[in-house]
């Protein structure tokens, strides 16, 4: 079965830390392209980081640059994503999408497969 299993998440302090986990079943994720998307009530879906194939370089939007790190693992099959300095505007719920495109994409209809999605909530 092809599937994206997402983990972690929750609920941390202005600040604070989270890692997320994307596990893939069914096909091995080194082959695809993996981005974050997230989406806060309210708010479009918004991709904010992407990690490509070949030596697996990254890309961040601007208002994460500098706190979120994706990075891969792919004797798990897993990408990661750190997520540090944690802000009240990172609340969201946050997927994963990995799809056999070329280079990363922005647009949510690019991916195939997708996590079942993880709320990170940011408050003290």
């Known amino acids: 079965q092809v599937q994206l299993v997402q983990s972690g998440g929750g609920l941390v302090q202005p600040g604070g830390s989270l890692t997320l986990s994307c596990a893939a079943s069914?096909?091995?994720?080194?082959?695809?392209?993996l981005t974050w998307f997230r989406q806060a009530p309210g708010k479009e879906r918004e991709a904010f980081a992407c990690?490509?194939?070949?030596?697996?370089?990254?890309y961040y939007v601007d208002s994460v640059k500098g706190r979120f790190t994706i990075s891969r693992d792919n004797a798990k099959n897993t990408v990661y994503l750190q997520m540090n300095s944690l802000k009240s505007e990172d609340t969201a719920l946050y997927y994963c999408?990995?799809?056999?495109?070329?280079?990363?994409?922005?647009?949510?209809?690019?991916?195939?497969?997708w996590g079942q999605g993880t709320q990170v909530t940011v408050s003290s």
């Open positions: 069914g096909f091995t994720l080194n082959d695809y392209v």
């Open positions: 990690i490509s194939t070949s030596d697996s370089p990254t």
């Open positions: 999408a990995a799809d056999q495109i070329t280079r990363c994409s922005d647009q949510w209809w690019a991916y195939d497969y």
